[in-house]
């Protein structure tokens, strides 16, 4: 690790960041890629594909860490895809299966700070069709290549309750680097949350973004579909090549 840059009078500065300026904030245009497209949620189109992909989740697993409870019903559903469609942060997308056409999931552009390079991606529901399948993987791919290579960001956030054990590990999955726990960070459903951060910065982006691309190329997959390397291994081999070490 280099040393710290000083000021004229001895003290530790952080490095300089040259000709910064404020980032663009995302446009409203869909991510196309292989597996899915990642388009602004438009409820006329999508609310409906997007409640009967929730209904599968029987048990109501995928709602015990989200900020709201499962809507009862598909116009329920509507209206909050109606008001949630208006906002600009969140900025609210739909996970769209390329195959079929049809809306499985949702997530969303959050806290963003264009001023500082800084964006969150959060309110992340994946229904059944979606979850551990290689539509899922690309979908995070694709906003985090937009935030990095189109806006230019600095910084891409993922913050989950600590209890939430699947998040915590897509999170690690995806390349993101744990930060530590924010205690008592907020109140939600009457209990607390105690928030793990996560995060990936530009300068990680580039082994990230080439394991992502390493996973998602035809070759990796076999007949059926399944995975021949995790996107972890390539991750690893991408470091080592680099000379860093994992700790």
Known sequence: MEPPQVNQLGQ????PVSAWSPRPRPPHTA??????RVEPLDPPRHADDLFAAKQLDTSGRNWTYL?????PDAAAYRRWADEAATRDDPFFHAIVDVRSGKAVGVAAYMRLQPEMGVIEVGNIHFSPL???SPLATEAMYLMMRRVFDELGYRRY???CDCLNAPSRRAAERLGFTYEGIFRQAV???GRNRD?????VI????????AAFESWLDPGNFDAEGRQKRSLTSFRTASSASAGLTEI
Do not use: H, N, T
């Open 12 to 15: 530790p500065i952080g490095e």
């Open 31 to 36: 991510m196309e890629g292989r597996f899915c």
């Open 67 to 71: 900020f709201s409870e499962p809507p």
């Open 130 to 132: 979606l979850q551990r």
């Open 157 to 159: 956030e993922w913050k």
């Open 187 to 189: 109140v939600y459903k």
């Open 195 to 199: 928030s793990a951060w996560y995060s």
């Open 202 to 209: 530009d300068k990680e982006w580039p082994q990230v973004k």
